[in-house]
């Protein structure tokens, strides 16, 4: 793993003395400007973000997730026709250390129109995507070398409004998926098969949000014992319980993501919410009002505090990242093109931006490998 990393730090130029330690960190973008697809970059320890570069052209790779083994990124293609099918697909593709380039391996069908969100299981054999425009939740087979093989599992949402699935990830204990369905108000939660890459319908088999909250993302806390659930329209977060013996969930507070004297506009939305890696705080980027605002957790009951709001340096940020180390933050502006980075005080998790900016073309996304 050293030797692959001296590989990486030569291609950027620098020493192996002070860039030992280097992160990649992959940009999903929108491709119907600009942008030809995903981009990477390199954060060193200093928090220094080198000029993005070209990684690979795919079309609307709007979010991403990385291999356990970092050997392997996958991106959603977030379409809504695959060669005459009404379903959109995810792309696999093998990360070449030395220079952060990807190379694409193959892609499959996501089983549904429109997917925007995809995840690994703890295991790395099985990749789960969510369909936004099919309402639907699908399992992908990882082959050993990567490569994605037919659906396993694929089931369709259905309630009395229209269903948009929005997000799907795995518990600690890869026992359980949790899936948010924006169009439902509801987070289905699914007995997982890790050896079959099946879905089933847990019992209960969902909870229920608020009438019109729009359950879009589900950060789980590093504890196991809590999930946060970002919801979209009402640009609130909603902390819940997770009882990971039996996949239940129990609301315990939800909280405004916006200041108080702030109410909803018919241009806020809330869009991605991660718990820091140290398990005490909680961040959630809010669109249109162009922040994140940042919660201190009570790690015994779960529950939220308000510390900040800090603006995000642009407009519209969509999806943001934090390094695996927790000392940064990088957010990414989708309508002014931008990303910029943050120092995350390790004491307060309060977020200073360290002057670092750097453009890329409508990203939504943000992913890191850490050698």
């Known amino acids: 793993m050293r030797q692959r990393c001296l590989r990486f730090v030569a291609a950027l130029g620098l020493t192996s ?31 220094r973000l080198t000029e993005p570069e070209l990684a690979v052209e795919t079309v609307n790779p709007s979010f991403l997730a990385i291999h356990p083994t970092g050997r392997f990124l996958y991106a959603v293609n977030e379409i809504v026709d695959l ?10 593709f093998a990360i070449e250390s030395a220079s952060g380039r990807l190379r694409f391996l193959n892609r499959s069908s996501s089983r549904g129109p429109g997917p925007c969100y995809l995840s690994l299981d703890r295991t790395g054999r099985h990749l789960l995507v969510a369909n ?14 990567g490569a994605l093989g037919p659906a396993t599992a694929s ?43 099946v879905l089933a319908a847990n019992d209960p088999s969902f909870v229920s949000l608020e009438p019109g909250a729009g ?13 946060y659930v970002l919801n979209e329209l009402s640009m609130t977060l909603t902390a819940m319980l997770y ?12 909280v405004s993501s916006l200041p108080d004297s702030v109410a909803v506009a018919d241009d806020y939305d809330g869009a991605e ?43 519209t940020p969509r999806g943001f990242g934090i390094d695996p180390t927790g000392a940064y933050l990088l957010a990414a502006n989708q309508d002014s093109h931008s990303i910029v980075v943050f120092r995350v005080d390790p004491g307060t998790g309060r977020l200073t931006p360290t002057g670092q900016t750097v453009e890329v073309p409508s990203p939504v996304a943000v992913a890191f490998v850490r050698y």
């Open 215 to 227: 359950p879009r993302h589900v950060a789980l806390h590093p504890s196991g014992r809590f999930a």
């Open 83 to 92: 060669e005459g099918e009404a379903t959109g697909s995810a792309s696999a």
């Open 273 to 315: 919410v991660l718990v820091h890696p140290g398990g005490r705080f909680l961040y959630a980027s809010n669109r249109g009002h162009d922040t994140i605002a940042v919660f201190a957790i009570d790690e015994s009951k779960g529950t939220l505090r308000l510390l900040e709001h800090v603006s995000t340096g642009g407009k």
């Open 132 to 145: 936004y425009n099919g309402g639907s939740v699908a399992v992908l087979p990882v082959g050993r070398d």
């Open 155 to 197: 089931v369709q949402h259905r309630g009395s409004d229209a269903p948009h699935a929005h997000s799907i990830d795995v518990d600690a204990a890869n026992r359980f998926a949790l899936a948010a369905d924006l169009g439902l108000d509801r987070v289905f939660v699914y007995r997982f098969d890790p050896l079959r890459g």
């Open 243 to 254: 009882h990971a013996d039996r996949g239940a969930l129990t609301a315990l507070q939800t």
């Open 17 to 47: 003395s002070s860039a030992y330690g280097q992160t990649l960190v992959y940009f999903g973008t929108y491709t119907d400007g600009k942008s030809k697809g995903i981009y990477v970059s390199s954060l060193d320890t200093s928090g």
